[in-house]
């Protein structure tokens, strides 16, 4: 059974940073491209940013430069570190595949830039 715990989130100042974790058990971590995504609040969850099994990375234009996806295969665990935030990168971030997530998501963790 797969489980994906995001933590990280909480309440930033606009132009501050903050990093978010995201533990991941029940798949073979190493292989998989894994993602972040976020769902503001009354919109759709999308996509942020992306990571393959060898490192490469994709991002959303409204995320690029301020941005940055990693991963520790040892620790089955994908990070975001996100910088110069925006009051509009306000929202719930989760973890997931990025090529084909899972149906069950994990419980998020709240961003919250006040302007």
């Known amino acids: 059974q797969v489980q994906l715990v995001e933590s990280g989130g909480g309440l930033v100042q606009a132009g501050g940073s903050v990093r978010l974790s995201c533990a991941a058990s029940?798949?073979?971590?190493?292989?998989?491209?894994m993602a972040w995504y976020r769902q503001p609040p009354g919109k759709q969850r999308e996509l942020v940013a992306a990571?393959?099994?060898?490192?490469?990375?994709n991002y959303a234009d409204s995320v690029k430069g301020r941005f940055t996806i990693s991963r520790d295969n040892a620790k089955n665990t994908v990070y975001l570190q996100m910088s110069s935030l925006k009051p509009e990168d306000t929202a719930v971030y989760y973890c997931?595949?990025?090529?084909?997530?899972?149906?069950?998501w994990g419980q998020g963790t709240q961003v919250t830039v006040s302007s």
């Open positions: 990571i393959t099994s060898a490192g490469r990375t």
């Open positions: 997931n595949r990025g090529d084909a997530p899972y149906d069950s």
């Open positions: 029940g798949l073979i971590f190493s292989i998989r491209t």
